[in-house]
């Protein structure tokens, strides 16, 4: 391999290790900047930086770039640590070893969600004081707009009676157990479809003197489940519990992708995906900038549709929309976005917490724009409304159909409701 | 632990890589032609993710066409299985081989096996042929728009392309004497697994800047009036700036300088361009959003700049 390498670096052999060192180093800085590198690449980078050399600098930080990064998304902060680790490196050649303050320095400004939880345990000031120091990684989300209501809320002000009794539920919770038929097969006695593979090979058995008939069907899996969440202030309560709920589900299934919205769209998967819970939540509400916020509906779904939907809706996807729907101004654009977004997907199922409310009717301009576009309305107040959810989604559109009912009403009839 | 790589007419540097694309007609800027001399020397998988239209596909095309190698190309989909990825017997001509030697009166079992299960019936399908030997040294094997296949496929993908070997269970393992050269395409209709992502060397194919772009038109659309090539391709850029539903790419661009060539405009008008939209915006809402009045703004701005 270094074949190729050997006259390039000829000249700067003595500093070849010393090289390798570096490369290790500014793997290390990524990784704390929240990039997962492992050590492979990590040799993959030596060796190709090798076997380009070291004379150009665009070449060499896309020698890095191909072999360290592997999302689009982390582009950006390989692009910022890369100017900040090889420039002032350069400026000190000599100081040996006189890296690890800038390493320091870095470390010290990403606190990660780990040592974070140990100090929750030691202290709340501490903890206080941690928060307000700026982020590294954060600094650019922050200064989207100032309108906005940024307030990193914490999962921890649920009330502990609260968060105990829905934990518990969600453990309890049968998990959906909703089934698409994949395009691949499996040995199936009953299946309806012969096995020509299978029934060969069981013909050798016999000499090929039987050829018995064997038969296979499709395979069946869970389709994704995309999971929409309103976080504006009318709402919070309610989604905070979904969360929990979501991160459940995450756990137990493989594609579930979860968003937040308020006044911008916010991907938390990553963040749900940590196995565990207080850690999970720890880092959707650091990841989610605009919690108890007013509401966007319509421009929300509309991120959504433009930059997500393709993304994530593919395979037969199904998307829970977890809103009350309350959407003032604008509803032209709701009412095109949600007619777009129930056309991408599978099963759109809309989860009202409003619902809970006896008589409610959903008169509101926004629920009368999001009705007609809905294949299932559902409640999701209470522990109650989470299971039958979870019935829902087992059963393919039973009963509890709430959006044909609301939307025969209020074509036939004016009737009085108190919303 | 592979055999004597074999670097016949590999380019040796990253600026022969950049000459060989762009001998090709592909005209590449240089992070792209970094990691593919990369991909090319230190052996391994290309992932190339980008929207629609960037020209992922066509770097393969012309890497085979310039290093005179075997393009095999395999077009996923969802449910694409192993039987029309890797391999499949041919079952018919099985079942008469089973006749015949009954007819024959052979009754010895192994013998029988044998017979049914050679190579002589087994049907060959892109990753098998990608791994096979050929005289023009191993060939450039296409997987494109990965992200249709479902996830068992690229489990499945993932063994093929960490050791370049297939097993067929009534044959034995066939492994490839040579590693093909493997280029990966995703629109990003869905994450690839980070575990795919990592054997591959990973690039991100963006949008061409203005001046790579009026390169491309030069070369693709060579008769086009030099004024029209540059206002397309500043429309074309100005237009990747709007929220779009879909922006146009670079394919888009070279139908649309096309077209507008083949209907002998030398400049751009605000006629022309909103009868000519359909070529390059794909959706609905963004023809509609330009018919409403920013076309019009665009064309404005394109012109006085």
């Given amino acids: 391999m270094a074949a190729p390498a050997s006259q390039k670096t000829a000249s700067v052999e003595p500093q070849g290790a010393r090289l390798a060192n570096r490369i290790v180093g500014f793997a290390r800085m990524l990784r704390r900047a929240g990039l997962r590198i492992g050590p492979a690449a990590v040799m993959d980078a030596v060796r190709a930086v090798l076997s380009v050399g070291i004379e150009k600098r665009e070449d060499f930080y ?20 890369f100017r900040l680790y090889w420039a002032r490196r350069e400026d000190r050649d000599d100081a040996d070893g006189g890296g690890d303050d800038e390493e320091a320095e870095v470390l010290r400004e990403k606190k990660r969600a780990g040592d974070r939880r140990a100090e929750d345990a030691l202290d709340e000031e501490r903890r206080a004081i941690i928060r307000k120091r700026p982020e590294f990684e954060l600094d650019a989300r922050l200064s989207f707009t100032a309108m906005e209501v940024l307030r990193g809320k914490d999962f921890a002000q649920m009330s502990a009676a609260e968060l105990a009794e829905a934990r518990l539920a969600m453990r309890d919770l049968t998990l959906p157990f909703d089934r698409v038929a994949t395009r691949r097969f499996r040995p199936d006695p009953h299946g309806a479809r012969i096995d020509p593979h299978a029934m060969l090979r069981m013909s050798l058995r016999t000499g090929g003197d039987l050829i018995l ?4 069907s499709p395979r069946e899996i869970a389709p994704p489940l995309v999971a929409l969440v309103d976080i504006s202030g009318s709402m919070s309560q309610y989604s905070r519990v979904f969360l929990h709920f979501l991160h459940a589900l995450t756990e137990k299934r493989r594609r579930v992708h979860s968003f937040t919205f308020g006044t911008r769209l916010t991907n938390i998967t990553r963040a749900l995906s940590r196995r565990d819970p207080d850690e999970a939540m720890d880092e959707a509400s650091e990841t989610v900038r605009d919690w108890s916020g007013g509401t966007r509906i319509g421009t929300a779904l509309g991120d959504f549709n433009r930059l997500w939907s393709r993304r994530v809706l593919g395979q037969g996807a199904i998307v829970l929309l977890i809103t009350d729907g309350l959407e003032r101004d604008h509803i032209e654009v709701l009412s095109r976005e949600m007619e777009r977004l129930s056309k991408s997907c599978r099963r759109l199922i809309w989860l009202n917490p409003l619902l809970g409310f006896d008589g409610f009717e959903p008169r509101a301009r926004g629920m009368q724009a999001m009705l007609p576009h809905v294949d299932e309305l559902r409640a999701v107040h209470s522990l109650d409304a989470l299971g039958d959810l979870v019935a829902a989604l087992t059963v393919p559109a039973s009963g509890g159909d709430l959006a044909r009912h609301f939307r025969r009403a209020h074509m036939t009839s004016g009737r009085n409701a108190n919303v | 632990m592979m055999a004597q790589p074999s670097t016949r007419g590999l380019p040796q540097s990253i600026d022969e890589t950049l000459a060989l694309l762009t001998d090709g007609g592909y005209v590449a800027d240089r992070s792209l032609a970094t990691v593919l001399f990369l991909s090319l020397t230190m052996q391994r998988p290309l992932f190339l993710e980008g929207e629609a239209g960037v020209g992922k596909t066509e770097i393969a095309k012309v890497l085979a066409d310039r290093l005179g190698r075997k393009l095999i190309r395999l077009q996923c989909y969802e449910g694409l299985d192993v039987s029309s990825a890797v391999y499949e017997w041919n079952y018919a001509a099985q079942m008469i081989e089973i006749r015949m030697a009954e007819a024959a009166g052979v009754h010895d079992r192994a013998e029988m096996e044998s017979g049914v299960f050679s190579e ?16 023009d040294g191993p060939p450039i094997f296409l997987i494109d728009e990965l992200d249709r296949a479902d996830e068992a496929f690229e489990a499945y993908l993932l063994e093929v392309l960490s050791d370049y070997q297939v097993s067929v269970p009534e044959l034995g393992t066939i492994r490839a004497a040579e590693p093909p050269i493997v280029v990966i395409t995703t629109n990003r209709t869905r994450e690839i697994h980070d575990a795919l992502k990592r054997r591959c060397l990973y690039h991100w194919v963006d949008y061409p800047d203005a001046q790579r772009e009026l390169d491309i038109l030069a070369r693709k659309v060579p008769n086009a009036n030099a004024t029209l090539a540059r206002q397309v391709v500043v429309f074309v850029q100005k237009l990747r700036e709007l929220d779009l539903f879909k922006a146009p790419g670079v394919a888009e661009t070279i139908d649309w300088a096309t077209a507008l060539t083949a209907l002998g405009k030398e400049t751009l008008d605000a006629e022309t361009v909103s009868d000519t939209m359909g070529v390059l915006l794909k959706y609905q809402d963004d023809i509609v959003r330009m018919e409403e009045g920013e076309g019009v703004r665009v064309l404005e701005e394109v012109r006085v700049g």
Avoid: C, G, N
């Avoid at chain 1, 689009?72 to 910022?80: L, S, T």
């Fill in chain 1, 213 to 216: 008939p064997k038969f296979r």
């Fill in chain 2, 120 to 135: 002589k019936y087994l049907i060959r399908r892109p990753v098998l042929e990608a791994l096979e030997r050929s005289v």
């Fill in chain 1, 62 to 81: 896309w020698t890095l770039h191909s072999t360290m990064i592997s999302r689009r998304e982390d582009h950006a902060v390989f692009d910022a640590v």
